[in-house]
């Protein structure tokens, strides 16, 4: 699609009367509706490789309100998608017309009931929360998708999810009791067995076919997931319509509540991980696993884990969970595999299953760093053949230049894979299209499903007469209409799909402003996965996405940002480029942490996207004057310390100082120490040769001296001499963070000017730098904005955090013991960025017990001083970091490297966070004392 074209779909939504659709459904429902640009952009994709362009969203409060909904939509004519976590991989959770977002007020537990081991749930009801709440009774919820921590039940019901355990406990459709929901006509039903809630004409129509559905379908599949399950219909089978609805993708009814099975947890739950040469042999081995009783057999090769670490030898291996060490040991007796590995440590079986839960992300990334996608996710075959379907569908990917990385639930028979299509350019995509239709027939050939798990979607549903025949899929589309006569719900899903190799959601990506382009693409490595979306007890350690955890609003997470990104390159929902409101809004409360830098499966690094969106948003001369105040006072903060130093703090004393400086008056203002760290290493004498170049940034200098003198004196305790810049340095952090690239250049190719690490002057010193954003930026956006000057990615190689130096430069250094537990945070930006093992070990080394929070702390540089952040800096704060220091035994000292932590931490509570450098300088000064 060109740029700034329409949709064609569009023409069948009424898009022309949009603003009475919207009048219509206001005076109609007591839930949200929202048809803005930013509303639209944010649901024009899903995790797939397709894009709608929906005419509007509704957030629907009750199931009255979903049928209001659909009432008013019928009455224009405009069709409905129900949308949950947004993770669907077929294209189902895009529309054109009316998007049911069923997430902000219909994602509830109604009951839970142990006895019965049942739960009634609400469709937007996000998996990891009805697993929490099961827990405390020894049960669970048995399908679990890699996506658990957000993905709803809904969802997994439209789409028959299946997940890792369903080896043991099936798919969802095994474990769903009745369904309530409404049609698209506003017809109520209760969906059993026994034909319960069946709509007019459906036994009817069940009877004429008995034949072919008694013969239509593949045996021994247990993921069979493709198409409408109307075998499920059959009198032998108990005529069980909740369980044919199951995996319709929407395209029948609207879900309003679910009454699902739980089951029992297991009781001791052991990892076992089996080495295998290769993934043909793993997978050939996991058929004969079965009878083990294993709870999971998930199968990955060496390409997606090439480091393996923690791994058994092997080019591929099974995870396979079974309940208690006895069955671990039967099981390993019975394997005939090269190595394994027998976890019993919940810590250790969770990080290897976190290489597993990554996968889906991980694998859209080539180790040469070329891009890869969905489009062939997950075909399944009976599991005695999946062996043998491996070794033709490598070569099947090398016949057409092709590669991909398969892994899944092998003793299902599943696989995923994520190709590196070209999906760019017309001929990338008739390949992708000839390949498609080449895989089916292998899948076909092999008596397999083409779809295992994620449903047909727009992605297979063309391909399914090559699986069930013209006569099946017809049926198919019969059963559709006796549900949905009208054809409102979800078209063009499942039956009469358009292409598979149209709706691409590359379409589009550009035009003229090659820099828009250039991050429309950055932006479209996004797939959809939303693990930035994680929050409550499922969030864990990780950063991603501070403003999501604490707004919980999708243009808020970095998926969000991406898809408003992606849009905005588009042109057709976002129309006004750089200069667009609905980009910097959600923009704003992005703080810029980095964290979707590192937990991102993808690496989306929407820091850098905001900084390039507020360069170019600011340009040129009005730009200018638009910019917020903040920008000038808090992005210049380096300048105007070295141009006034102390004689800021009588200027931050007056009355409209915060007004005067556009910061909020919430906050008090930091104060510029009486003498910086940089003068006080002037006036001391060492004739130590020095060993390292220590960084005086501007926090350090200007601010917290004291950590400085900290580092100075652990470093020479260390036998390390110390030497500082010979000139006035700055890494351009705050003209970065506040979309000031120009500057940011100018500044560091002034510093680069000071400090080269190959000049002769500096003897190619290693660069320590206390302050881990400033070390951060040193390392990753120093190199990226001056990729010409070899001096910048020197620079970058050169420069080690404080604990990595005393690791690397003084190996034999024992730090003085302290013996107490710590609390506190680790710096996001170490966090993603430099990484906290050598930290761990120092800690470790002085008798520093506990771990440190996840998260952020919320004030992240000029995020938390600028008006309108200050809740939500809070909130930030509130999610890992104050409970983390609640929770600490009183003796337990506060770290926080970073000044901007140790600020918040001052401004909301009564305790003092200190960077580790203090610490060990306060002990080896207590050593010295007692001596």
Known sequence: MRRGTRDPGLVGTHQEHASELAAALRSAVAGEVDFSATARALTTMDASNYRRVPAGTVAPRDAADVAAALEVCRAHGTPVVARGGGTSIGGQATGTGVVLDLTRHMGGIVSLDPEERTAVVGPGLVLDRLRAAARPYGLTFGPDPSTHSRCTLGGMIGNNACGAHSVAWGTTADNVRSLDVVTYRGAELTLGREGRGAPPGLRELVGKNLALLRTGYPEGLPRRISGYALDALLPERGVDVVRSFCGSEGTLGVITEATVRLVPLPAEPVLVVLGYADEGAAADAAPGLLPYGPLTVEGMAADLVPDAVGLPRGGAWLFVEVDGPDAARRLVRAADALDAAVVRDPAGQRALWRIREDAAGTATRALDGGEAWPGWEDCAVPPARLGAYLREFRPLLAEFGLRGIPYGHFGDGCVHVRIDFDLWTEQGVRHFRRFSEAVADLVVAHGGSLSGEHGDGRARAELLPRMYGEELVGLFGAVKDVWDPDGGLNPGMLVRPGRLDEGLRFEGLSGTDLPLVGVGRAAARCVGVAKCRVEGPSSGPGVMC????????????????????????????????????????????????????????????????????????????????????????????????????????????????????????????????????????????SDRPPALTLWPDTFTDHLSPEVGRAAVRVLEDAGLGVRLPEGRVCCGLTYVSTGQLGAARRVMRRTLDVVDPSDSSSGGLPVVVLEPSCAATLRTDLPELLPDDPRAARLATSVRTFAEALEELAPDWAPPRLDRPVTGQTHCHQHAVLGDAADRRLRARAGLTGDLAGGCCGLAGNFGFEPGHYEVSVACAGDQLLPALRDAPPEAAVLADGFSCRTQIADLTDGRGRHVAELLAEGLEEEAAAR
């Open 546 to 685: 501070p403003s999501y955890r604490a707004t919980g609003e999708e243009r808020h997470s970095t998926r969000g940002r991406a898809r408003l990104l992606h849009e905005m390159a588009i042109g057709e929902v976002i129309t006004d480029g750089w200069r667009s409101e609905e980009v910097r809004e959600a923009l704003d409360l992005c703080l810029s942490c980095k964290g979707c830098r590192s937990d991102c499966p993808v690496g989306v690094d929407m820091a850098a996207y905001k900084a390039q969106f507020l360069d170019r948003h600011y340009a040129g001369p009005l730009g200018l004057l638009r910019r917020p105040r903040s920008h000038w006072t808090m992005g210049w903060l380096p300048h105007w310390l070295d141009v006034f130093g102390r004689g800021l703090n009588a200027a931050m004393r007056l009355p409209f100082a915060a007004r005067l400086a556009g910061v909020t008056p919430e906050r008090a203002l930091p104060r510029v120490a009486e003498a910086s760290f940089t003068s006080w290493f002037a006036e001391r004498a």
